[in-house]
């Protein structure tokens, strides 16, 4: 397909390191969303814009020109932006670092360009996150396509803005109540372009909208001469090399009569041995802990806000000890009690070859701060409650960090190299959690077999067909194929105008929907047009080779491949089903 060819080409051929580059809105039929425009729509304004979508589907192309509002003495604006304010579903952002667009003018000297996006808001007119861009000289051309690459930093947008000039009133880098969050940024429901607070003529063609990680070159990590860290997605928080050193303090059963005890050396690689016994509380019964842990409670550490794991380069001499935690305090006034903790194992990490340690990594969702004092395991988890989860505000401003050998009894040894902030790339954890529950056919009809599941799904990789993902791969249980995917694949000139179409199951063959039954053809073509998903009603639903999850909703056939879901509305229950999921041959 010529719109991911091109953006291959664009990772492969733009100078600067890019990072994952992933399609939010674009116009040929992948990501598409239907387009509103709002010229000046009040107090007389005289502004007006119009736009076309070009023959190939590729790019639509936007002019007008912006004037001043009589009744105001200041320019208007034009605003081209997806069709619905709430309903709308776009790609999960999150993790990524730009906004990005694929862009061309007629008009370079424009000033009044700007970008939006509304997320988490139930005001996305005014509450949506804005920025400006200009395209000049300095823009970076896509060799491929010819067009501009226009990055916009998340931090660059603001939902505090002036509505006469679009211009920040409050900006992100002063205020990051302001700025956009990594929720926002998973839940965006609008997107929209403007010309606006400048007067003029201008134009725009665009490829699309897409969202993009770019690593940073990150500052100094673990800068010393023995050891090496040369992974560049670490963020050095905890280092004994100088650089980012902090005193140690060890906290060994300090109450309850308890009798574990530890010790640390620094060594001259620069690095701590931790060794010691966590025994039994007489008077508890129950095993006691050892804590090493940054002296100071209110402590500077590098801000960890976007990344995803915190991560240990360690070495044991004990890794079959269960009972290791590892913890951080943040934004409280009790670190010893509200610290974020959770549990870490040797056996589970990697061996990070420029070192020679091994790589711990734990989600930041694997962390609570509401732990029992005795255990020090959770009581609350992060998964069942996201209040005890630490927030990016929390990332940002680490006071303390520790180590923990609790809740387990018996003799432990830890050497730390340091602990990290670690960015996660998603094709990584992709690898970690992708589980099947069935396998999709080799040869699927409408030519979907050529589709992978980087068309459109996050973390969607090119090595897995769209299909295997879809209806078998666990990690994607919630999320569909592209909206209008089927049109792609030209589902309605495939099938018989004037007879009833079986679909099989893309796994197993069995027959699981027949269309149109009880209604006409265009009937059938106009329900799944005004979705954007192949949509069955009725009788055309055969339920005896169907099962519903546990949901409610989910639809799997009944050899366990998920097909899509249930959906209610005016005209009743609709099965809104992926194409890739009933395109197998009957069996
Ligand atoms: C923007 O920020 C100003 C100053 O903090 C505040 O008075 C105003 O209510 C904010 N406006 C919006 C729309 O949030
Ligand atoms: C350090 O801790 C170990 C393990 O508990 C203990 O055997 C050793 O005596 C301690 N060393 C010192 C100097 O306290
Ligand atoms: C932990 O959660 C429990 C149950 O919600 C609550 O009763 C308790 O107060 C919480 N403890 C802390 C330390 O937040
Ligand atoms: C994609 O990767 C991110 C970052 O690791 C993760 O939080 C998210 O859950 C993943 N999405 C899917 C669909 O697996
Ligand atoms: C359901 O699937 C079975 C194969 O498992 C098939 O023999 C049967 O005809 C199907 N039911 C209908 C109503 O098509």
Not at 129 to 147: L, M, R, S
Not at 463 to 483: G, H, I, K, M, W
Request: glycine letters at 6%.
């Amino acid at each position: 397909m010529h719109f991911h060819q091109s953006l291959f080409l664009l990772v492969a051929t733009a100078s600067s390191a890019l990072g994952e580059f992933s399609p939010l809105w674009t116009f040929d039929g992948t990501n598409e969303h239907k387009v509103k425009l709002v010229n000046d729509p009040v107090m007389g304004g005289q502004s007006s814009s119009d736009y076309t979508v070009n023959d190939e589907q590729v790019r639509l192309e936007w002019d007008g020109e912006v004037k001043i509002v009589p009744s105001l003495s200041a320019p208007g604006f034009c605003n081209l932006e997806t069709s619905k304010m709430f309903l709308d579903k776009f790609p999960d952002a999150s993790g990524s670092t730009h906004l990005t667009l694929l862009v061309k003018t007629d008009t370079p000297d424009y000033q009044g360009f700007k970008v939006s996006f509304a997320a988490d808001t139930i005001n996305p007119q005014f509450k949506c996150y804005k920025a400006d861009f200009v395209i000049d000289e300095n823009t970076p051309v896509d060799e491929e396509t010819g067009y501009s690459i226009v990055r916009i930093p998340y931090n660059e947008f603001s939902n505090n803005w002036s509505s006469y000039t679009g211009e920040p009133i409050v900006k992100c880098s002063d205020d990051a109540s302001v700025c956009p969050t990594e929720k926002s940024k998973k839940k965006i429901q609008q997107l929209g372009l403007w010309a606006e607070g400048a007067a003029g003529v201008f134009n725009l063609d665009l490829l699309g909208f897409y969202f993009e990680t770019i690593e940073e070159s990150e500052p100094a990590v673990a800068s010393n001469a023995n050891v090496n860290v040369a992974d560049s997605d670490l963020l050095a928080l905890w280092t004994f090399d100088g650089d980012n050193d902090h005193d140690i303090k060890l906290t060994n059963d300090p109450v309850m009569g308890g009798q574990s005890n530890s010790n640390y050396t620094v060594t001259d690689d620069n690095f701590v041995e931790w060794n010691g016994d966590c025994k039994i509380v007489p008077s508890l019964s129950a095993p006691g802990f050892c804590n090493l842990e940054s002296k100071k409670n209110f402590d500077k550490f590098p801000d960890a806000s976007g990344a995803t794991h915190l991560s240990m380069l360690l070495k044991s001499s004990t890794p079959d000890y269960k009972g290791f935690k590892v913890s951080f305090a943040a934004n409280t006034l009790n670190p010893q009690f509200k610290s974020f903790k959770a549990d870490f194992f040797l056996n589970d990490g990697v061996l990070d070859e420029d070192t020679g340690f091994t790589k711990v990594s734990v989600p930041f969702e694997e962390f609570s701060n509401n732990w029992s004092s005795y255990t020090g395991e959770p009581i609350v988890k992060c998964s069942d409650d996201a209040s005890v989860c630490p927030t990016e505000k929390d990332k940002q401003k680490i006071q303390q960090l520790g180590l923990w050998a609790e809740g387990v009894e018996g003799e432990f040894n830890l050497e730390i190299l340091g602990i990290y902030a670690e960015t996660v790339t998603s094709t990584d954890a992709a690898e970690v959690v992708k589980e099947s529950i069935c396998t999709v056919q080799k040869d699927l009809l409408f030519k979907i077999t050529e589709s992978s599941a980087d068309v459109g799904l996050p973390n969607g990789t090119a090595d897995e067909s769209l299909a295997q993902a879809v209806c078998c791969d666990t990690q994607f249980t919630n999320y569909p194929e592209p909206r209008n995917f089927y049109v792609d694949h030209q589902l309605f000139l495939r099938l018989d105008k004037d007879g009833v179409n079986t679909f099989y199951d893309s796994a197993c063959g069995i027959p699981v929907m027949k269309a149109p039954i009880g209604r006409t053809f265009e009937e059938f073509k106009e329900d799944t047009s005004e979705h954007g998903w192949p949509s069955f009603r009725g009788e055309e639903i055969i339920e005896e080779n169907i099962t519903v999850g546990d949901d409610g909703l989910t639809i799997f056939s009944k050899c366990g491949t998920k097909l899509g879901t249930y959906e209610t509305d005016d005209s009743g229950t609709r099965a809104c089903l992926d194409l890739v999921c009933i395109s197998g041959q009957e069996e």
